[in-house]
């Protein structure tokens, strides 16, 4: 009798055991693939009210300043618009303005701005770029365009010999990871 009591408080154990791995499974399972909002507690994204114009391409995003480095909070940061990552120099200062954007992503992702550098390849030297705030507009003259590793983070560089640099970033090739397509303008001065 005192066996069977025991028994059948191990399968009792087990079965909860079991329950709960079920749930867990059950759970992960059901995740959305997109989270419905920013990951942590690391608050929304920044909205700036500057605009990046991309005149050629006849295309505009609203810049969102980014407020962490983690991947999965810039993912998030992508569907409101452009990110210009942080650390990075200001439009119009000394430095590196670094922004980056999707050129394309999964049509079930959320955001507006799933393509909105899906052209960025169609630039060439001497093009302009605009970076418009409710102060004045920056403008910017593509000098160079490059298609770098993944994990290239020379790119990053604020080091500039004092000029004030943009560069766009987009996966490249289009639809996939593997590289990025880095296109770097320098402000003009009037």
């Known amino acids: 009798m005192e066996h069977n009591r025991r028994e059948e408080k191990k399968i009792t154990a087990r079965q909860s055991w079991m329950l709960i791995a079920g749930l ?11 989270p419905a909002q920013a990951p942590r507690d690391m608050g929304l994204p920044i909205r700036s ?3 990046l114009m991309l005149p050629k391409l006849a295309a505009s995003a609203p810049i969102v300043y980014a407020n962490s480095h983690n991947e999965d909070d810039i993912q998030v940061f992508l569907r409101s618009g452009v990110v210009h ?3 990075t120099a200001e439009p119009g200062k000394i430095g590196n303005c670094y922004i980056v954007g999707h050129s394309s992503d999964y049509e079930q992702a959320p955001g507006g701005y799933k393509t909105v550098f899906a052209r960025l390849p169609d630039l ?29 983070l020379s790119v990053l560089t604020q080091e500039t ?20 397509l880095i296109v770097v303008a320098q402000q003009r001065e009037k």
């Open 24 to 34: 867990v499974l059950v759970c992960l399972w059901h995740q959305p693939a997109y």
């Open 49 to 51: 009210g500057h605009t």
């Open 161 to 180: 010999g004092g000029r004030k640099l943009l560069t766009l970033q987009t996966s490249y090739p289009i639809g996939s990871a593997k590289q990025r």
């Open 85 to 87: 990552l942080l650390g």
């Open 124 to 152: 060439a030297i001497g093009d302009e770029i605009q970076i418009r705030t409710p102060e004045r507009v920056f403008e910017y003259s593509v000098v160079e365009a490059r298609v770098v590793e993944a994990n290239d």
